[in-house]
Every structure is written in structure tokens, then in C-alpha cells.
């Protein structure tokens, strides 16, 4: 089976991480008319729950890593009033289109988007009392020590939450997920990107990412206690959680 690691956007000749940057700075201008378009409307449903849960752990300052044009970011502070949230991304250009959303939701005090990596956070990324991840983590060069990094910028008892895609396990629904993610998300992204290959990565990341158990053990490697996952819509979406132990219970 292949390792999320091993799906790489073009090719071989460069790393992961140089090659996620170059497909999101390529797509960054469709990426928000595509994903609602993809996801059927279902990913803002999605982050609903996501932000549920982090707001009903008491979270005050939160990393949103992989935070691509803010969606997720802005959806956190609105949802939790005094949050002071940081989202970090590869690509510059999501980044660019996420500062103008941040401007035009009037969270400019509380929001800030910056470029960098979680494989090698900046300074600001450590403190919180959560860590989320919308989408994100099969891009991740090295998914393990992704985590390893994300349960370093806890504080203790902060909590871990992690939105994914998933492939579904249900056999009935496997051949229209196929179809859908295989084919026609393929011929969207190309009808609407300028980056073919962008959305044919997709499908392949999707099926190498670790889902339910697999992905819960990755997370207990690194630290985590309490995790747990649930999946939505037929599980071509799985949430997961945990926590960093510490002097503050997890709240659960």
C-alpha cells in the first residue's frame, strides 16, 4: 500500500513539500470554487463540526496548520469571540487570497495567515491550545513527524483536530466514489485550473492517506492520548482527535 509520502503532485525529481507548494501556488485562484464545487458544498458542513469541537474544548489560541486561503481560520474565530487564531500554509499564494478574506471578515486583529511549514514551524506556531487541520495532512512530507511537530506546539491538555478525506469502506458506495473522484474531479480541475495534473494528485493522495485506526495509531505514536475519529457523508470524510497530557484534563 502506498504511503501518502510517496504521492507526490509531478514527479520524483524534487520533494514532496517543494512540489506541494509550486500545485497549491498554481491553483491558489480557483482552489475556493473548486472545493465547493467538489465536495458537493458538503466541506463547509465538514469544518462546521470541526469548529464545534474545538469550541466546545475551551480553545483560546489555535494553529491552523495546512490553512490554505483561511476558510477554516475564519470559520474558528468566528465561531470562538476572544480566539486569536494563526493559520500557516506552504503556498504563498493561498496565503495572499486568504489576507483578503481575513480583511474583508473584518478579523484582521485576531486572524493572521503566514507562509510556512509545519515540518519546520516559525515561532508563532506554539503555545495553543489547539492544533487543526482542515484537508491537510496527506500533503504533508513526512506524516509522523507532522504530528510529532503539531503535539510539540500544544500546550499541555491542548487538543488535536484533524479534518481528512477518506475513501469510503462501504462496497456499495466504493464504485460511484471511484467514479467521482477518479474521473469527473480529474475533468473539473482541468476545465478549471491551469494545473492538470493538480487534480488527478488528488484522488491518489486520498486513497494513500491512513483513515479510522491507522491514522489514530500514527497520532498515539506521537503523543497523543484520548484520540478518536468519526467519519461524515458515506466516510469520504473522517474528523480525529487527541490530546497532549498535561496538567489540563482534556475536555471530551
Not at 480557483?30 to 465547493?36: H, I, T, V
Not at 469550541?55 to 469571540?81: E, K, N, Y
Not at 473539473?188 to 491518489?204: F, H, Q, T, W
Request: with cysteine; net charge neutral.
Amino acid at each position: 500500500m502506498s504511503r501518502p509520502e510517496d504521492i507526490t503532485p509531478y514527479d520524483h525529481s524534487r520533494g514532496k513539500t517543494e512540489q506541494v507548494r509550486e500545485m497549491f501556488d498554481n491553483i491558489a485562484p480557483a482552489y475556493d470554487r473548486l472545493n465547493r464545487a467538489m465536495s458537493l458544498g458538503q466541506d463547509k458542513r465538514w469544518r462546521r463540526r470541526a469548529v464545534e469541537a474545538v469550541a466546545a474544548h475551551g480553545s483560546r489560541r489555535i494553529i491552523d496548520i495546512a490553512t490554505g486561503t483561511g476558510d477554516f481560520a475564519i470559520s474558528l474565530a468566528r465561531a470562538i469571540a476572544d480566539a486569536e487564531v494563526v493559520g500557516v500554509d506552504l503556498s504563498q499564494g493561498m496565503i495572499d487570497i486568504g489576507c483578503q478574506k481575513v480583511e474583508a471578515a473584518g478579523l484582521a486583529e485576531r486572524v493572521r495567515l503566514i507562509q510556512g511549514d509545519c515540518l519546520n514551524p516559525p515561532d508563532v506556531a506554539h503555545g495553543a491550545d489547539a492544533v487543526t487541520v482542515a484537508f491537510g495532512v496527506r500533503n504533508f512530507a513526512d506524516l509522523a513527524a507532522g504530528y510529532r511537530a503539531m503535539y510539540d506546539m500544544l500546550n499541555p491538555g491542548g487538543m488535536l483536530c484533524v479534518i481528512e478525506l477518506s475513501t469510503p469502506a462501504n462496497r456499495l458506495v466504493i464504485p460511484f466514489y471511484n467514479l467521482y473522484t477518479r474521473v469527473l474531479i480529474p475533468a473539473m480541475g482541468r476545465l478549471v485550473s491551469k494545473d492538470r495534473r493538480a487534480y488527478s494528485y488528488l484522488p491518489e493522495s486520498i486513497a494513500a492517506v491512513p483513515r479510522g485506526d491507522r491514522m489514530l495509531a500514527l497520532m498515539r505514536d506521537a503523543g497523543f492520548v484520548n484520540t478518536r475519529f468519526q467519519t461524515f457523508t458515506l466516510g469520504v470524510c473522517s474528523m480525529y482527535i487527541g490530546f497532549r497530557p498535561g496538567d489540563v484534563p482534556p475536555t471530551q
